[in-house]
């Protein structure tokens, strides 16, 4: 194992490309001219060539490149410690291409039994090294951060006592040298963790320990730039201890050891490790391994509970290692579905997903305590959800809620309930209009897919036994939706569960949805505030399912007053939904008729056309003069207040509108005229003659005879569409008659 290339192995990932196309025999030659010359610009570009090409034993170009590339290690180390400004780049990244072509050459050659050979190269290495890593520019470093792990990944490769040596007494300094800066850097370094174990017979298990510090390398000044790279070079470190394992290259005993060492130690990379070492167990069938990665697991899920449950000063290193925990768990529990080995950690997982997801707003409220720029928060954020964690989300969301999460109902909730407080704050300061609205938004995005797609699935099947719960979660988090064919599913969901038959009225989960209804309407700025907009907005929507299991007294005291300060909202759509809601109300409770109509009708009216939707508005007239108690005389009260206000839109027309159409042919006052029309094929028998007269009045008090003459076609039209055999006859002789009048 110990001369075998991991890069090269079936299915691995190459941290550079390769290419047999690539002329070695020119790049030798300008390599070697540029080296020659100590042409440091010319040399990194030559060198760079060289190393995207192939080397393998069958080529005799291979040791040329090797001591090509053991020249330009000292070149670059000479450069890099005479700090000339002009040429500090050039010098790192031809020593990121050195360092590629020692460890390609080392591992695919004869070279690796050459121990003279690897003595040689592993001091030449291990010198440039010290020099990058202690001497040379700190910012550089991270710059061209592959400088440094291609020589890691050197030392790896070349794999002697000393080597591994001078690895493990110098890790500290790489993470903070930019060991994760770049993709290609997380994987070099990655692929060096996996040479250290093929030699941990030779130091690498020691290496391999001190290799790990640098995921330790925590962003104290409340950033997440750091803590982002760290993931995705967890996730890098985790793809290619699974293949090294799987492949045989990494023999099962160093893995074993390697799981059981990490019990009892809280580092971030441990998770990493764990999580390869037990994918790498499901696809050798090793009941053993496995085993110990559950213990394992068990162990960093302690850790992880006491973070989630803590209320205090932000831990940065505990969030590193519940980041990294989430990452690896959850891919592990995407394979874990023949015995359910990790079941007892998974609500561990969904816990820590949520309170992860909460930073979104976390981040905001931390850096506004301590005075940062929108701008810096802004880009805080940022880097905060380009993680690995907040882009896999919806993955994450689905495997954590395969079974409930054992507990994510109550997490959702929890976070939904934050996510809502905290939005308020934080949009309540004039600091939040400067943050950058696209990140903001895909920020909150993110989290609310999460929860919509947990919640889905963890309701799946038993939505009625928790529907205040998804009430709860869906309006409090409606501030943040997005339109999504989940979403529609999952409100279509918890209506019909609403609107299930209880056996009585103020049935516990009625009363529960009732007391979810906003108790904070009382301040005069309750309807300028978006976020709680949002939610009065999903609240409505759903309160017509409820409203026929609720006691009429109980709508009344608890449901009307809402609904109506909400039909004068500053948001249209909010209006409609009171509107709607109120239809819904008139529609389950036709004994509320006499005493909330009058009210109800009077408020519409006289917001009309401004705020007053017609289609809702119309749908109540309907329903309060088909469905009400007969013996009163609401149809005649309708027509009346209806009757007046065309009267003074006619006299003074209002252009304004909420949804009616608008154009100059039909302005906002024909709907409702034609709505009083319509009056006469509804109301009950006894109530025909006086509605009659007030329409005729309408139509006769225009000033000139074509209006009479428009507003009778309308009329005729409206009569001769009634369904209604038993009126029919004798209005269709009225609007007859009337002609005769205009």
């Known amino acids: 194992?110990?001369?075998?290339?991991?890069?090269?192995?079936?299915?691995?990932?190459?941290?550079?490309?390769?290419?047999?196309?690539?002329?070695?025999?020119?790049?030798?030659?300008?390599?070697?001219?540029?080296?020659?010359?100590?042409?440091?610009?010319?040399?990194?570009?030559?060198?760079?060539?060289?190393?995207?090409?192939?080397?393998?034993?069958?080529?005799?170009?291979?040791?040329?490149?090797?001591?090509?590339?053991?020249?330009?290690?000292?070149?670059?180390?000479?450069?890099?410690?005479?700090?000339?400004?002009?040429?500090?780049?050039?010098?790192?990244?031809?020593?990121?291409?050195?360092?590629?072509?020692?460890?390609?050459?080392?591992?695919?050659?004869?070279?690796?039994?050459?121990?003279?050979?690897?003595?040689?190269?592993?001091?030449?290495?291990?010198?440039?090294?010290?020099?990058?890593?202690?001497?040379?520019?700190?910012?550089?470093?991270?710059?061209?951060?592959?400088?440094?792990?291609?020589?890691?990944?050197?030392?790896?490769?070349?794999?002697?006592?000393?080597?591994?040596?001078?690895?493990?007494?110098?890790?500290?300094?790489?993470?903070?040298?930019?060991?994760?800066?770049?993709?290609?850097?997380?994987?070099?370094?990655?692929?060096?963790?996996?040479?250290?174990?093929?030699?941990?017979?030779?130091?690498?298990?020691?290496?391999?320990?001190?290799?790990?510090?640098?995921?330790?390398?925590?962003?104290?000044?409340?950033?997440?730039?750091?803590?982002?790279?760290?993931?995705?070079?967890?996730?890098?470190?985790?793809?290619?201890?699974?293949?090294?394992?799987?492949?045989?290259?990494?023999?099962?005993?160093?893995?074993?050891?390697?799981?059981?060492?990490?019990?009892?130690?809280?580092?971030?990379?441990?998770?990493?490790?764990?999580?390869?070492?037990?994918?790498?167990?499901?696809?050798?069938?090793?009941?053993?391994?496995?085993?110990?990665?559950?213990?394992?697991?068990?162990?960093?899920?302690?850790?992880?509970?006491?973070?989630?449950?803590?209320?205090?000063?932000?831990?940065?290193?505990?969030?590193?290692?519940?980041?990294?925990?989430?990452?690896?768990?959850?891919?592990?529990?995407?394979?874990?579905?023949?015995?359910?080995?990790?079941?007892?950690?998974?609500?561990?997982?969904?816990?820590?997903?949520?309170?992860?997801?909460?930073?979104?707003?976390?981040?905001?409220?931390?850096?506004?305590?301590?005075?940062?720029?929108?701008?810096?928060?802004?880009?805080?954020?940022?880097?905060?959800?380009?993680s690995p964690l907040f882009i896999n989300a919806p993955f994450i969301a689905n495997v954590v809620s395969k079974d409930d999460g054992l507990g994510l109902s109550g997490a959702l909730v929890t976070l939904a309930s934050y996510m809502y407080d905290t939005a308020r704050d934080i949009e309540s300061s004039e600091w939040a209009n400067a943050l950058d609205e696209m990140t903001l938004i895909n920020a909150r995005s993110s989290a609310y897919e999460f929860v919509l797609l947990a919640l889905k699935n963890a309701t799946q099947g038993r939505v009625r036994a928790r529907v205040i719960e998804a009430v709860h979660v869906l309006t409090h988090m409606e501030f943040a939706r997005t339109t999504t064919v989940e979403y529609a599913q999952m409100l279509g969901t918890v209506a019909s569960a609403l609107s299930s038959p209880e056996p009585q009225l103020d049935s516990p989960t009625s009363v529960a949805f009732l007391s979810m209804l906003p108790d904070d309407i009382s301040n005069e700025f309750w309807r300028s505030d978006g976020v709680l907009s949002a939610r009065i907005h999903l609240t409505l929507r759903f309160l017509p399912f409820i409203t026929s299991k609720l006691s009429s007294e109980r709508i009344v005291h608890a449901v009307v007053p809402i609904v109506h300060a909400c039909c004068t909202h500053e948001l249209k759509h909010v209006v409609k939904a009171a509107h709607v809601a109120y239809v819904g109300i008139f529609h389950a409770r036709p004994d509320l008729h006499v005493s909330l109509f009058p009210r109800y009708l009077r408020a519409a009216l006289d917001a009309y056309p401004a705020m007053t939707p017609i289609e809702p508005f119309i749908a109540a007239v309907g329903i309060v003069t088909k469905l009400g108690d007969a013996g009163n005389d609401l149809g005649v009260v309708i027509a009346q207040e209806i009757a007046a206000k065309v009267q003074r839109m006619d006299v003074s027309p209002d252009t304004s509108s909420s949804g009616a159409a608008t154009d100059r042919l039909d302005p906002p006052v024909e709907p409702l005229r034609r709505l009083l029309f319509q009056l006469i094929t509804l109301v009950d028998f006894p109530l025909i003659t006086s509605v009659r007269d007030i329409i005729q009045r309408a139509v006769l008090e225009a000033p000139d005879r074509s209006t009479r003459a428009a507003r009778h076609r309308a009329l005729a039209f409206t009569v001769m569409r009634c369904p209604d055999y038993a009126r029919k006859p004798s209005i269709v002789d009225w609007v007859v008659a009337l002609s005769s009048k205009l």
């Open 1 to 386: 194992a110990r001369g075998m290339r991991l890069e090269l192995l079936p299915g691995a990932v190459l941290p550079r490309d390769a290419s047999d196309d690539i002329d070695l025999e020119r790049c030798l030659r300008d390599a070697s001219i540029a080296l020659a010359s100590r042409d440091v610009p010319n040399a990194a570009r030559a060198v760079e060539a060289l190393a995207r090409g192939r080397f393998s034993p069958a080529l005799s170009h291979s040791k040329r490149a090797f001591e090509l590339a053991l020249d330009a290690c000292a070149l670059a180390m000479d450069t890099i410690r005479g700090r000339d400004i002009a040429v500090v780049a050039d010098a790192h990244g031809l020593a990121a291409s050195a360092g590629a072509i020692v460890a390609a050459v080392v591992r695919a050659t004869e070279l690796r039994a050459d121990a003279y050979a690897l003595n040689v190269a592993g001091r030449c290495v291990i010198d440039l090294l010290r020099v990058i890593a202690y001497e040379g520019d700190a910012e550089m470093s991270r710059r061209v951060s592959t400088a440094l792990t291609a020589q890691v990944l050197a030392l790896g490769a070349i794999g002697t006592l000393d080597a591994f040596a001078f690895v493990a007494s110098s890790s500290a300094a790489f993470g903070h040298r930019g060991a994760f800066e770049s993709p290609q850097s997380a994987l070099e370094y990655a692929y060096a963790c996996a040479y250290a174990l093929v030699g941990a017979q030779e130091g690498g298990m020691s290496a391999f320990g001190a290799l790990l510090e640098a995921w330790e390398t925590f962003d104290e000044g409340g950033e997440y730039a750091a803590l982002r790279r760290s993931v995705f070079a967890g996730g890098a470190l985790k793809l290619v201890l699974e293949h090294a394992v799987i492949s045989g290259a990494v023999s099962r005993l160093v893995a074993l050891d390697v799981v059981r060492g990490s019990v009892g130690h809280c580092r971030v990379a441990h998770a990493y490790v764990v999580g390869a070492m037990y994918k790498a167990s499901v696809v050798l069938r090793d009941a053993e391994l496995r085993e110990a990665c559950v213990e394992a697991f068990g162990e960093q899920s302690r850790d992880v509970v006491s973070w989630t449950t803590s209320s205090g000063r932000r831990d940065v290193a505990a969030e590193a290692r519940a980041f990294a925990f989430v990452v690896a768990m959850t891919t592990c529990l995407d394979v874990d579905e023949v015995d359910g080995t990790l079941r007892l950690v998974t609500g561990v997982v969904a816990q820590a997903a949520c309170r992860v997801l909460s930073l979104v707003h976390g981040v905001l409220l931390h850096s506004r305590a301590r005075g940062a720029s929108p701008h810096d928060a802004s880009r805080i954020l940022r880097d905060l959800i380009t």
